[in-house]
């Protein structure tokens, strides 16, 4: 039996008619950038995600980038984030010329610790006579950027505590996150990239809401930052040719904006189907007596009685034979993947920040034993039979 780590035919064949319908419409208006198309998903896509405004992007690295910009985050600042994650919320910081910094991750859910973020501020940074908050290198801290890592949502009501009693925004990397919930004290929920001041999706074609392309989203909970972050995405331009700041080229096409259009009313039940896949990869690898030999995802928001307390953007398991089953699980036909081999403080490009190995345990552990396994939301229940199944059979040949 095949069992790919994704399969994206299995979505579109019956999405085929009705995507192929809304773009046909923009071809025939032949109105490509922005315009009409954008303009109604960027609507239906900023209730879905609670937040005050939503802009599309042209990716969600281009949305981050755009939304450091406006933040006037650049040479002389630090943004402080997490060093196991994709590497593009730690290369946009770089990319604009300010300084990222990492702390280490929670063990069990792999998004960035507040208790590591809280130690860094407390007792790392130093507020200067002036009560400029800076690293030890000089810059000064103008964020944290949480990611809310294989669709889980980060610790938000701790990194908020932190924002609010460092005074300095929550920017959230919502990338891997689209409709995750999170559970605030007193039954309030906080929706993945709507709770800090900023936050950003990606809709890379393999994401839960996957474009036929590159697309992205930006979002805030201020309607003041819309305006600017729309002139950002054009150059900075509000007026035709009128720049009052610089910005990029960051649009989102309205052939992506159409695709995404006709997905978005299916997001829920695709994440609904990745939880129930989760559920019953929990019963099987139970069933098999595989949790002593493997960590299963955790799933700390599960009683907070919140439908998508998880969304299962990936499913990851960890084990500290990772390399010998992942070549076991390719060998038997079933897709897998390491989501992320070499965490961020290890990369060359980052070389100069001068982290060591061993600066962060619980993301360089993570790095050797995450493995990822299919979880897309058209799996068979046979297809999750046998990959539990070729588990059982790599530890029993010991
Ligand atoms: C956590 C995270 N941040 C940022 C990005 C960047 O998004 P994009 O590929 O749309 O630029 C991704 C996408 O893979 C991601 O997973």
Known sequence: MQVPLLDLKAQYGPLRDSIEVRLREVVESQYFILGPVVAEFEVAI????????????????????????????????????????????????SRVGA????????????????????????????????GVLRAPTGERIRAIVPVHLFGLCAAMKEFLAL???????????????IGAEY?????????AGSMGEFGWYSFFPSKNLGAFGDAGLAVGRDVRDEAPLRAMRMHGMDTQYVHRFVGG???????????????????????DARRDHAALYRKLFEAAGLTGKITLPAEPYAQAGLRHHHIYHQYVIRTPRRDELLAHLKSCGIGC???YPLPLHLQE???????????FPESERAAAEVLALPVYPELTREQMIFVVESIAEFFRRG
């Open 249 to 271: 080229n960051f649009r989102l096409d309205a052939l992506q904006a159409a695709v995404l259009s006709v997905k978005l009313p299916h997001l829920d039940g695709w994440s």
């Open 337 to 339: 993947a390491v989501y």
């Open 163 to 177: 924002g609010k009693a460092y005074g300095i925004p929550v920017l959230e990397d919502a990338s891997q996150a």
């Open 349 to 359: 490009c980052f070389a100069a920040l001068d982290y060591r190995a061993g600066a």
């Open 99 to 130: 300084r990222p910094i990492f702390c280490d991750i929670e063990a069990g859910t792999f998004n960035l610790s507040p208790a590591a973020v809280a130690s860094y501020l407390g007792n790392v940074a130093r507020r200067d006579a002036d």
């Open 46 to 93: 900023r209730d879905y995600c609670h937040s005050a405004f939503a802009v599309g992007m042209s990716s969600g690295t281009d949305a981050q980038l755009a939304i450091l910009m406006h933040l006037g985050i650049g040479p002389g600042d630090a943004v402080i984030t997490t060093p196991f994650t994709f590497f593009a919320t730690a290369g946009c910081v």
């Open 183 to 191: 559970p605030f004290p007193d039954g309030l929920r906080g929706d």
